[in-house]
């Protein structure tokens, strides 16, 4: 798949062919790189960010349920609990220190609990009323929200980039020939790189849960074609010869040197604190390739 640029020395036709150091047999005739593009060639080389990065591309609210109905988590002041099932907010005013619902305690803050009918539409019943019960702190005062906890969930999962596979490899001297297969693929895929990956995150006795799954893997390819979407692909092999990847290749038409991003979209679910959500992610790296035209030498 990767050639050097090389002299060109005959060989013969039959198979098996032997050819000389970088020439690659291929159907018992022995190919040779002629050409390195450098700047001139057809191919886009924008010096792209190598790097890599990694984007949320998008902060999803969470998701609270009551019965079979989804209800805002938070609302007009309210807080979701979920525990009770009804939105809590301070009570105002907030009763005596004799009121019987302080129970004796002097430390902490009354809240009022109102059924979710009486705030959300559509959820049935027009039974409306207040209930108020002793917290130790305001409704959502008391820590971390789940929402929060699944962000520190996702940090502990140290998601990232896959390390790109790729055939013509991006090397100095590696010049891959026009018309033959460029195989694409997650090199090394790891829980983080390639998932699934579960971690959990704690905090004032609400646990979150949170999994990520890669959804699929994108490759610009640079020469302005439509984007490959893929999997994580299938590593080469030099036993693999010319054939096509099974399951993530690309064809170059002309010859270049080309920037080629690799994109992994993740999906993370999480849960806890009754409630749950989805997260959408991005993670990004890129190298460049270079592609060059090629000479049959047949004796």
Known sequence: MTLL????????????VTC???????????????????????????GGDDSGGAENVSREPATCHFGPHEVPCAVE?????AARECYARLADPQPGPDDPVWE????????????????????????????????????GASGPSPRDLADRAIEAM????????IVPEPVAGSVGLVGMPTWMWAAEPSESSA???TRSASAGGTTVTATGRLDRIVWSMGDGSAP??????????????????????????????????ATSYWTVEWSGGGQNGSIPLEFSDSTQITMGEAQVVVQ
């Open 20 to 46: 000389p150091p970088g020439q690659t047999p291929i159907g018992g005739t022995c190919y040779i790189a002629i050409t390195d593009p450098g700047e001139g060639g057809g191919g886009n080389d924008d």
């Open 158 to 165: 140290n998601l990232r980039a896959i390390t790109i596979g």
């Open 228 to 261: 490959v979407a893929c999997g994580v692909g299938t590593s080469y092999a030099d036993s693999y010869g010319k054939a096509s990847s099974p399951d993530c290749g690309h064809h170059y038409t002309k010859q270049g040197r080309y920037t080629v991003t």
């Open 195 to 197: 998932g699934p990956i």
């Open 77 to 81: 002041g309210y807080t979701w609990n």
């Open 104 to 139: 004796g305690r002097t430390e902490g803050v009354i809240v009022s609990c109102t059924p979710p009918w009486c705030i959300v539409e559509g959820v049935g019943m027009d039974d409306c009323w207040n209930d108020i019960y002793w917290a130790e702190s305001p409704p």
């Open 5 to 16: 640029p090389a002299v060109a020395i005959p060989a013969s036709a039959a198979d098996p």
